[in-house]
């Protein structure tokens, strides 16, 4: 038994000696390069970042099996109440920035872009952002020509705003730019943030519930 786990010690020595070696050879001739190329070392090394490889953030399969269920609960109920609760507005509720937001909060719940507080606001600012843009789009004649340049302002303008207030929620871009390039959002106007905040609670109370089921994860790290 000793000798089997000496074995399995001094394979993993060899591996970690492996590794060490592979990662000093590639910086020194990454740094090779650089002096040959005459680039700045400091700007460039940036690039390579921290290490080789990153951490292992594959969740366990049986957590995985709640973050799974957790996006079908979150999308079936939002995808329910547009069949029967908003179809009159001729709005799509169940949109692509749910969707991204459910892969974000429930695959990567220690996540600080996936707290509640981004979450939530996050969508909102960015809602409230693009549908202020796409009123004023609607007062310039021949607004059509120019919708793609309210498209980039409204998501520039909206990352600034999430940066500030530090809402950051990557999925939320997809709020903003939906809200300028969909037509049938002036007709719904400021209903459209309505729709918004909706949804997004949902997202996070489906989050609390099932994220908090396995004993090795909390959701979430932080309400504020």
């Not at 740094?31 to 090394?45: H, S």
Request: one cysteine or more; charged letters at 15%.
């Amino acid at each position: 038994m000793e000798n089997n786990n000496d074995k399995d010690n001094n394979e993993m020595n060899c591996l970690s000696q492996v590794k060490i070696a592979i990662k000093k050879e590639f910086e020194i001739k990454t740094e090779e390069k650089e002096v040959e190329l005459g680039f700045d070392r400091k700007f460039f090394k940036k690039m390579l970042g921290v290490s080789l490889s990153g951490p292992a953030r594959v969740p366990h399969p049986y957590n995985a099996w709640f973050s799974i269920a957790a996006g079908f609960t979150a999308l079936f109920i939002i995808s329910i109440i547009e069949e029967y609760g908003f179809k009159k507005y001729n709005f799509p509720f169940f949109y692509a920035g749910f969707a991204s937001s459910t892969i974000l909060v429930y695959s990567g719940p220690t996540s600080p872009f996936a707290q509640p507080r981004n979450l939530v606001f996050g969508h909102f600012l960015s809602a409230l952002i693009g549908v202020i843009i796409r009123t004023i789009l609607e007062t310039i004649p021949h607004y059509q020509k120019i919708v793609w340049l309210g498209g980039v302002i409204a998501v520039v303008l909206a990352t600034f705003v999430m940066m500030y207030t530090k809402t950051i929620h990557p999925p939320a871009g997809g709020t903003v730019l939906t809200a300028v390039l969909t037509k049938s959002v002036i007709d719904i106007g400021f209903i459209y943030l309505a729709f918004v905040l909706i949804g997004t609670l949902i997202i996070l109370l489906v989050g609390l519930v099932f994220l908090n089921i396995p004993k090795t994860t909390r959701y979430p790290q932080f309400w504020i």
